[in-house]
């Protein structure tokens, strides 16, 4: 079963679906959360190339699902790796829908404070640190197992691992600076991205 090659229309069918469920997700947060002013901001340049490169990883894989311009990396879809992404993205996108109504109107797309932000601990976010980059994690690769072609299937794992390898360490510094023991005794009791293991 699953040594069978499978017609790619499925993969890119579970992309578009997947995308869309995605920015239904988003959307709402998105719109409540910039509704709350931003009382600091820790923007660097960095943090707006990682943002482009975030943005380059989402658009990849829909440029394949609507065009051959990434035709010369295409392999055969199998079942197999098809089972599992679709795993890894249902999974991811729970995630993702849950992380969003735990973090409510504390969301930012980069590293920025809103006006009377609470530090959120319940919910998804009391076992780990960062639910939002674990769903984003999940899904990315999700993807890679789901495009049967090298160059979409692995943008969004590339650029996501990019951003949370320069990311993850200056989001914790900011929190800690704004909420002190709060975050100290926070992060003692919870793992950043895998409950129990990291
Ligand atoms: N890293 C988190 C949140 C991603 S959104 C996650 O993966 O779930 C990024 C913004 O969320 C940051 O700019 C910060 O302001 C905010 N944030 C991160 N952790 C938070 C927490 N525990 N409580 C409240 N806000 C948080």
């Given at each position: 079963m699953s040594d069978a090659t499978l017609p790619a229309w499925i993969a890119k069918a579970v992309i578009l679906v997947g995308t869309v469920v995605?920015?239904?997700?988003?959307?709402?947060?998105?719109?409540?959360?910039?509704?709350?002013?931003?009382?600091?901001?820790?923007?660097?340049?960095?943090?707006?190339?990682?943002?482009?490169?975030a943005w380059v990883g989402f658009f990849v894989p829909l440029i394949w699902v609507v065009s051959p311009a990434f035709s010369f990396a295409e392999y055969p879809l199998r079942s197999g790796p098809l089972v599992a992404g679709l795993t890894c993205l249902a999974i991811g996108l729970w995630l993702f829908f849950r992380s969003h109504a735990d973090l409510g109107t504390n969301w930012s797309v980069t590293l920025e404070l809103r006006k009377e932000h609470r530090l959120?601990?319940?919910?998804?976010?009391?076992?780990?640190?960062?639910?939002?980059?674990?769903?984003?994690?999940?899904?990315?690769v999700g993807q890679a197992l789901v495009i049967?072609?090298?160059?979409?299937?692995?943008?969004?794992?590339?650029?996501?691992?990019?951003?949370?390898?320069?990311?993850?360490?200056a989001e914790e510094r900011m929190m800690a600076e704004q909420f002190g023991?709060?975050?100290?005794?926070?992060?003692?009791?919870?793992k950043r991205l895998v409950p129990g293991v990291w």
């Open positions: 995605m920015i239904a997700i988003r959307a709402p947060h998105g719109r409540r959360s910039r509704s709350v002013k931003v009382a600091r901001s820790h923007k660097t340049p960095l943090e707006t190339l990682l943002l482009v490169l959120i601990t319940q919910g998804v976010y009391r076992t780990i640190r960062h639910p939002m980059y674990s769903a984003l994690t999940l899904y990315s049967p072609n090298w160059v979409a299937g692995f943008s969004n794992v590339i650029a996501f691992a990019v951003l949370l390898a320069l990311r993850v360490g023991d709060e975050y100290a005794a926070y992060s003692a009791r919870t």
